[in-house]
């Protein structure tokens, strides 16, 4: 069955409850971090479900724990950029994304005197929970990210349609990676049935519909200046890039980032109108808990750039280029290319990413953490900083 | 489409491939804990899903956070129960539901001190944290708690059904509490298509086949003894009670707890095939953020007693009577029924459970917990833990 077109979706489909809450803090994150000149970026992360049932016990739902988009949301705010993190329902989040299950509780220990009792992380776990901690605070307190939540399709259109509206007037500024996994069919909402289905009813079929393709009018109507990447899953890998070029022909965005289901973690394509890129974790990056969302970032920041200094001009991959940052392994202190974070690292270990996204009159917070271990390090860091 | 039949679906469906580890620990926890004529409570939690295809990008997903199993888990460790907590992975868990997203980061603090950092929980959150935290350490302390995760309905009835088979040696003593909302229908194995479907081929029609009942089974051969409670969820009010008594005439277990979808949380009804007994908590309660989990699991455990005691035999619900843990509001020490654990209140707060669980030759480990703060309930402590 043809699917409908995107206005038809629009006026079939409710907008959430909460939709006008979420409008408002979308609205009130896009102006203040275009007032400062930040760029921004749209993180969509988790999948996206069907109801089958208008009471909703049981519901189609597309496969994704929420890994790569929650990863990602991380580096980019490492990079200076804020952060729309729109997201699954309990899917991964940014940091706590670490901290999965008991993880938590279990770092903690109780020290028990009456009305005084404390609770403290066991000292062998404060070297794992205290940059994740020192990175997560200064992104609360410089407001660097806004979070908000979908769970079904319709819902995560809504939410789309509006934040690209805030996000237009930023223009080139603004990036999309739109890494939620959307569904592709769904049940027209005149054809989902009210109450719970049941079993005594025998089997029942399920015709589903086609999701109609938003990335039409998101690249040509909504945000049509900013810089657009979507993602391609496949479980063929002879369809995987044919489908990405085919996703970029029609719909005249930046870039895809094209992956396999089974080997997602460790290896990616970035494919854009010129050219095509692969980023592959070594065995050493995996055995060392290298995210592959770092180098896959990284490159896109790198894009955007180009994008942003060419006047919005399309920016090529280097041909055969690796992306850096998931092989870095030097003591280093590092501004990134648009000044607006300093990586401090000790080896392949990143100690602290400082951000010096402008929030208000007093430019450029500054985070130290655990400076006092790099004497070397400390007067770069410093030097770093200046200039601003 | 009519079922198959339950030996069918395992013929046709291949275990887990994590399934001999999992079965090794269930098999060692019932043994350890039937050594010591511990009771053991199976609960299961969560929804099942339902792979549309081998390679799993969609499925069809049953809706259930988990919030009724995990929360149940709990309540059963207090009541000196050991607990098999078979949930879908990533649902909620004992303990860790309290601190969804990012409340435990926000309750932490860190004192940097270069070698010497810290990390401690904010004086303000050590009021909601110690209480949990204690009952937390103290389950893991006695080894009363052992978790599996299941994601399809086929990894589900394959750990049931080992579950099933290693409780058996309890007889009596083992509870079964089926909190999960397990899917009603599947697609057939040899119907699922190996790659991800594409969208340029169309909208699918998906049929689906009605799932065996495993309770059939379950109740009359993997562990006839057992006491054995089944959950029965519907959005449409006239159909609740005669669903409820239908399904234990079909499968004469002891106990549907039944609820409506839309005031679960605040509403069951336990029907027996003697009576049925409505639960609800009163605003008050929902107020003061009572679970209602409580007073179902404290009516379920007396019940289980009143079964063991009789030999087995059915025990009747109480006409109209009102369980007694959600409206509990005196200071207090009680031991409860089978003297397996200590509940000590202030007003309506439960600041220790003690479980007095048999682990081994030191029987009745005890915790202390914030006893000083008790002076007039220090001695009763001490009397309900003489006469192990």
Redesign the interface.
Known sequence: ??SGSWEEFFAVHLPPTDFEDNRTLLKEFCERHDKYGNKIVLVTSGGT?VP??H?????????S?GTRGSASAEYFLEHGYAVIFMHRQ?SL?P??RH????K??DM?E?Q?R??N?????R?DS?DV??PV??R??AALAAGAVLQVAFTSVSEYFWLLRAACECLARLGPRALLYLAA?V???YIPKDRVP??????ES?????????VPKMLAPLVNLWVPAAYVVSFK????ES?LIPKARAALEKYKHKMVVANM??SRHHRVILVSPEASQEIVLTREDIHAGVDIESAIVSEIVRLHAEHLAGGGAGAALPAGAGASDAHESRDSVTRTAHRSVCLVRKGSQLFAAIPLVCTGPNCARIV???S??FDTLLSALVLCTVGL
């Open positions: 069955m043809a479900t089958l049932e009471n909703t016990v049981r519901f189609v739902d597309n496969f724990a309990k989040e940091f706590t901290f999965s299950g008991q938590l509780l903690l109780i028990e009456g009305p009792t404390t609770i403290t992380v000292p404060v929970l205290a901690l020192v997560y605070k996994a569904s592709d069919f009210t109450h719970k289905m049941q079993s025998g089997a029942p079929v399920i015709q589903l519909q086609l899953l496949e479980t063929d369809l289901l089974q130290w953490y655990k006092e271990l």
